[in-house]
């Protein structure tokens, strides 16, 4: 296929995902997912809005430091000082852009900027400019494009793209948008701004309406050959498009979208699990493409075409996002070597000492559990290494529980590197373990959600725990998975502690809500 056929797909799920209640991420499981998002291929990586915070800022850095292959940039409204921090933090990237942002619907203009028109392409030109002195890969967008007026958007693209824009891109801030409407306006601006064939036509849609995917698609159908997604669809209220379903569609129906993309489809649903782990976001069973049931052909009718030839129902292969049905199992029995070598092929790149940490927990949970799958693995890094600047570590948790006794917990944990220990009661034993360590962390946070599952299928499968905490007005999600439920449910309360403890020491200097 041609150039022209390409589709740039650009993740926003560590900048726009992000913003998902509860969702944030420490520095070392943001540049194992930008790893990852590497690996699987995409083309523009946007790491974060380095104006929110300095911890915004380190982590784009790091992110910008290690990637080779894929372009990294920062978010930045239309501000010298915000053009700073993001040039600062993508500098030394091996491909980097900066990325610019200011609103262009009249009433964004009249009640958030108090700017008229001709003032707001005078900011945008500006800073391109700027953003432009420092590199040449420059994209601006026009926040709340689906709801601005065609002609104005037309104007203020050929003067970006005129201060040298490379990229323009027409967000649907709100999820305002629909299909037909939304390719009509692609169409328009493709038609009507002089210098269009300069640029790459970007588009960024949100998910309010259950439109983004679909506004997505009629948007490259129309011509637009960048795509903005996140993984799982994550993001701020209702999310944003899904990365999966954009680029599955693409694939599936390519007669009708006769477009490619760089991604490695077969990364899709180890990508998707990572995300769901780091975040703690869980994806819906029923979530088109990554959801646990998108292909379990529970019901009887289909069964007997689906022996004769899956494609009787199925429009995808399994295997084609990633889900085999003969994954690559270690045991008890597996050594050092094939260990390292399933963590490096899954993308981590660990140190002696962290090779020696990972295979006693391995060996630990083999003697537990028969088959060590990659999901078990990735749990084992993710809690082992990527959450070392914990302050709050799990050392040793005992319960006592039955139908005669009061429950009762008695936990040991390191709190900023200093053993604690303490007992205490509850109604049931997850509520003995979670006095205990309310006690233990002197913490307050009241718990609003509390989920379990199973990692995997199997009746050995590790408990997977999520829980939503509160405390003075900050959320987070916690999650953590342990053969023993008890204890899974002691990781995830002490993961999102440790994640309110984050929060408070990453403070946002700058209001993150902005919105592309
Ligand atoms: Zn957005």
């Given at each position: 296929?041609?150039?022209?056929?390409?589709?740039?797909?650009?993740?926003?799920?560590?900048?726009?995902?992000?913003?998902?209640?509860?969702?944030?991420?420490?520095?070392?499981?943001?540049?194992?997912?930008?790893?990852?998002?590497?690996?699987?291929?995409?083309?523009?990586?946007?790491?974060?809005?380095?104006?929110?915070?300095?911890?915004?800022?380190?982590?784009?850095?790091?992110?910008?430091?290690?990637?080779?292959?894929?372009?990294?940039?920062?978010?930045?409204?239309?501000?010298?000082?915000?053009?700073?921090?993001?040039?600062?933090?993508?500098?030394?990237?091996?491909?980097?852009?900066?990325?610019?942002?200011?609103?262009?619907?009249?009433?964004?203009?009249?009640?958030?900027?108090?700017?008229?028109?001709?003032?707001?392409?005078?900011?945008?030109?500006?800073?391109?400019?700027?953003?432009?002195?420092?590199?040449?890969?420059?994209?601006?967008?026009?926040?709340?494009?689906?709801?601005?007026?065609?002609?104005?958007?037309?104007?203020?693209?050929?003067?970006?793209?005129?201060?040298?824009?490379?990229?323009?891109?027409?967000?649907?801030?709100?999820?305002?948008?629909?299909?037909?409407?939304?390719?009509?306006?692609?169409?328009?601006?493709?038609?009507?701004?002089?210098?269009?064939?300069?640029?790459?036509?970007?588009?960024?849609?949100?998910?309010?309406?259950?439109?983004?995917?679909?506004?997505?698609?009629?948007?490259?159908?129309?011509?637009?050959?960048?795509?903005?997604?996140?993984?799982?669809?994550?993001?701020?209220?209702?999310?944003?498009?899904?990365?999966?379903?954009?680029?599955?569609?693409?694939?599936?129906?390519?007669?009708?979208?006769?477009?490619?993309?760089?991604?490695?489809?077969?990364?899709?649903?180890?990508?998707?699990?990572?995300?769901?782990?780091?975040?703690?976001?869980?994806?819906?069973?029923?979530?088109?493409?990554?959801?646990?049931?998108?292909?379990?052909?529970?019901?009887?009718?289909?069964?007997?075409?689906?022996?004769?030839?899956?494609?009787?129902?199925?429009?995808?292969?399994?295997?084609?996002?990633?889900?085999?049905?003969?994954?690559?199992?270690?045991?008890?029995?597996?050594?050092?070597?094939?260990?390292?070598?399933?963590?490096?092929?899954?993308?981590?790149?660990?140190?002696?000492?962290?090779?020696?940490?990972?295979?006693?927990?391995?060996?630990?949970?083999?003697?537990?559990?028969?088959?060590?799958?990659?999901?078990?693995?990735?749990?084992?890094?993710?809690?082992?290494?990527?959450?070392?600047?914990?302050?709050?570590?799990?050392?040793?948790?005992?319960?006592?529980?039955?139908?005669?006794?009061?429950?009762?917990?008695?936990?040991?944990?390191?709190?900023?590197?200093?053993?604690?220990?303490?007992?205490?009661?509850?109604?049931?034993?997850?509520?003995?373990?979670?006095?205990?360590?309310?006690?233990?962390?002197?913490?307050?946070?009241?718990?609003?959600?509390?989920?379990?599952?199973?990692?995997?299928?199997?009746?050995?499968?590790?408990?997977?725990?999520?829980?939503?905490?509160?405390?003075?007005?900050?959320?987070?999600?916690?999650?953590?998975?342990?053969?023993?439920?008890?204890?899974?449910?002691?990781?995830?309360?002490?993961?999102?502690?440790?994640?309110?403890?984050?929060?408070?020491?990453?403070?946002?200097?700058?209001?993150?809500?902005?919105a592309v």
């Amino acid at each position: 296929m041609s150039d022209q056929d390409k589709v740039i797909i650009f993740d926003t799920t560590l900048r726009d995902g992000e913003q998902s209640p509860g969702a944030s991420m420490n520095a070392a499981e943001k540049l194992r997912l930008a790893t990852q998002l590497e690996k699987l291929g995409v083309d523009v990586l946007e790491a974060g809005f380095p104006a929110a915070s300095d911890g915004d800022l380190d982590a784009v850095a790091q992110i910008a430091g290690k990637l080779k292959r894929t372009t990294v940039t920062g978010l930045a409204r239309t501000t010298r000082s915000d053009i700073d921090r993001a040039w600062k933090a993508v500098q030394h990237a091996a491909k980097p852009r900066i990325h610019t942002f200011i609103a262009t619907s009249d009433i964004h203009l009249e009640y958030k900027l108090k700017m008229n028109r001709e003032q707001v392409v005078d900011r945008a030109v500006d800073a391109v400019r700027y953003a432009k002195s420092f590199t040449e890969d420059i994209e601006f967008s026009a926040e709340d494009g689906s709801r601005s007026d065609r002609d104005y958007l037309c104007r203020i693209f050929e003067a970006a793209i005129e201060a040298g824009a490379t990229t323009v891109n027409l967000p649907d801030t709100v999820g305002y948008a629909v299909p037909e409407e939304f390719a009509e306006t692609v169409r328009y601006i493709l038609d009507h701004t002089p210098n269009i064939g300069k640029a790459v036509l970007s588009v960024h849609c949100h998910n309010d309406l259950g439109l983004a995917t679909a506004n997505t698609i009629a948007a490259i159908r129309a011509g637009a050959r960048q795509a903005e997604v996140t993984i799982n669809g994550i993001g701020e209220r209702a999310g944003n498009t899904s990365l999966e379903e954009v680029v599955m569609a693409m694939h599936t129906r390519n007669n009708f979208i006769p477009v490619t993309t760089n991604i490695h489809t077969e990364h899709i649903h180890p990508t998707s699990r990572l995300v769901s782990m780091i975040t703690g976001i869980i994806v819906q069973p029923n979530k088109a493409v990554v959801g646990a049931n998108a292909f379990a052909h529970e019901a009887g009718i289909h069964q007997d075409g689906i022996l004769k030839n899956p494609m009787t129902y199925e429009i995808m292969r399994p295997e084609t996002i990633g889900l085999s049905a003969n994954k690559l199992v270690l045991g008890k029995h597996s050594g050092r070597h094939a260990l390292r070598e399933r963590i490096k092929e899954m993308g981590y790149d660990l140190s002696v000492a962290e090779l020696d940490l990972i295979f006693t927990k391995f060996k630990e949970l083999a003697d537990k559990k028969k088959h060590v799958v990659d999901e078990d693995l990735e749990v084992i890094v993710t809690e082992g290494i990527l959450r070392t600047s914990d302050i709050f570590k799990l050392e040793y948790l005992h319960v006592t529980c039955g139908n005669t006794v009061m429950p009762m917990a008695s936990v040991k944990l390191t709190v900023n590197g200093r053993s604690v220990r303490g007992a205490g009661y509850g109604n049931g034993p997850i509520d003995a373990a979670y006095n205990t360590i309310a006690k233990l962390t002197g913490t307050e946070s009241e718990l609003l959600r509390f989920t379990v599952g199973a990692l995997t299928g199997g009746t050995d499968a590790q408990g997977e725990v999520t829980v939503r905490l509160r405390e003075n007005g900050l959320v987070t999600l916690g999650k953590g998975a342990d053969p023993d439920i008890i204890t899974a449910s002691a990781k995830a309360y002490l993961n999102g502690l440790n994640r309110l403890e984050y929060l408070k020491s990453h403070p946002v200097t700058e209001p993150t809500a902005v919105a592309v």
